[in-house]
């Protein structure tokens, strides 16, 4: 299975990818999960993200492409991939699709995770993230054992899950995102799937909907 999840800021992308791509045995590929990683280690691609994140943009398209191919072209991603919020423009789709075209693949499914915007704004500012292992949590839909994650590593806020970055983030997202809906809706390949409710129950929904993609 290739499946996209798409979906404004803390839609739940990350916690659905994360479980789909464990049955599914498949690696759950993040760009934000990447570019995190990459600034925590103190690389040239944590220097180049850091500002755009921090101001609730995108990093630019040539910096993620660069990131996702080699990603795509690692072993364990050539018999299917869950992505997480990738793609985010209109040229990232278009990269995609060249990138599979060139291994003679495409993709299964692309699932929209649609999300009102006060939910969205509640979603973010109560999500806490452990350091160590990126285990995500929420401060009241989804609290940690204690103080810390279950695997004893800190919990911290993301610093882009402040209201104001948020209120940014979603702007960039219906400026550069919104319009992949139309794209893929051209494609054939979209489904919305409405991610109200526990995890579980959006989970069963998003199942539901690559039942009939694959
Ligand atoms: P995204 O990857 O889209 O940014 P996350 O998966 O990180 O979103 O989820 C954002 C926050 O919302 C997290 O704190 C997560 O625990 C919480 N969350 C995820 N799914 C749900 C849900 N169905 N109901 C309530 N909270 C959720
Ligand atoms: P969320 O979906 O909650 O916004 P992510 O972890 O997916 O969180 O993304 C965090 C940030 O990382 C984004 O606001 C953006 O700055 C950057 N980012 C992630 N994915 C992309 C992408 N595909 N293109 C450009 N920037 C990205």
Known sequence: MRAVLMGPPSAGK???????GTELKVPHISTG????AAIAAGTELGRQARGFMEAGKLVPDEVTM????ERLAHEDAQSGFVLDGF????PQAEGLSKILASQGVKLDAVVLIDVPEDE???RATGRRICQECGRVYH???NPPPGDACECGGALVQRKDDSPETVTERLATYRAQTEPLRDYYSVEGSLAVVDGMGDPDEVHRRIVRVLGRCS
């Open 139 to 141: 401060v009241e839909w």
């Open 14 to 20: 990350g916690t659905q990818a994360a479980r789909l």
């Open 87 to 90: 793609p985010r423009t209109v």
């Open 33 to 36: 999960d990447m570019f995190r």
């Open 120 to 122: 969205l704004i509640r």
């Open 66 to 69: 660069g990131i996702v191919r």
